[in-house]
């Protein structure tokens, strides 16, 4: 069974960083591309970033170009997301997907003050 | 970046009733969408995709259709479960985009 655990969530400062973890298992981790895709809370799904399944491309919406960095390790069947420079609005529950089709329970991210 | 617009952004149903949501991208994206469900504090459940290939374990209820730049998810007879709010996502080209959702209650 494919499972998805995100981990790393909680309460930031604004300008302050966070790197949020998510643990796969039920699947050989390395055969897939993963992402990352948000939620602010009552508002719709936006997709952050991307990751093919080596690790050698990523990709990344403009608002986090530059703040947020998306990674993995095979060996760990793990994948990442740190985020640096944290805005307000960067304020949802982020979801760690498997090509879109698996997806995490979420983990949430407050950035306030 | 490929705009979805989805519609309607919400429905109330009968029991039994079929029901239809559109996606329409401001862009050719050559099937390349995905429907999913997402129900109250739970994460999103993936229903069709490529356009109108149904997820493995999901009722045939469900069905989804299109090509070009509109497209459409179709429940023929809906039911009490069928609650909750939908998104399409358009998965041709980066920024991947997703539609601003359909809440859809039982009437």
């Known amino acids: 069974e494919v499972q998805l655990v995100e981990s790393g969530g909680g309460l930031v400062q604004p300008g302050r960083s966070l790197k949020l973890s998510c643990a796969a298992s039920?699947?050989?981790?390395?055969?897939?591309?993963m992402a990352w895709v948000r939620q602010a809370p009552t508002k719709g799904l936006e997709w952050v970033a991307s990751?093919?399944?080596?690790?050698?491309?990523?990709y990344y919406r403009d608002s986090v170009k530059g703040r947020f960095t998306i990674s993995r390790d095979n060996a760990k069947s793990t994948l990442y997301l740190q985020m640096d420079s944290l805005r307000s609005e960067d304020t949802a529950t982020y979801y760690c997907?498997?090509?879109?089709?698996?997806w995490g329970q979420g983990t949430l991210v407050t950035v306030s003050s | 970046d490929i705009q979805m617009t989805q519609s309607p952004a919400s429905l109330s149903a009968s029991l039994g009733e079929t029901i239809s949501i559109e996606c329409r991208a401001s862009e050719d994206i050559y099937s390349n969408l995905a429907w999913y469900q997402q129900k109250s504090g739970k994460s999103p459940q993936l229903l069709i995709y490529a356009a109108n290939r149904l997820q493995d374990g999901v009722p045939s209820r469900f069905s989804g259709s299109g090509s070009g730049t509109q497209y459409s998810l179709k429940i023929s007879g809906m039911q009490p479960e069928d609650e909750g709010d939908y998104f399409c996502l358009q998965g041709s080209k980066f920024p991947l985009t997703f539609g601003s959702g359909t809440k859809l209650e039982i009437k």
């Open positions: 990751i093919t399944n080596s690790g050698g491309s990523t």
């Open positions: 997907t498997r090509g879109f089709a698996y």
């Open positions: 039920g699947f050989t981790f390395s055969n897939y591309y």
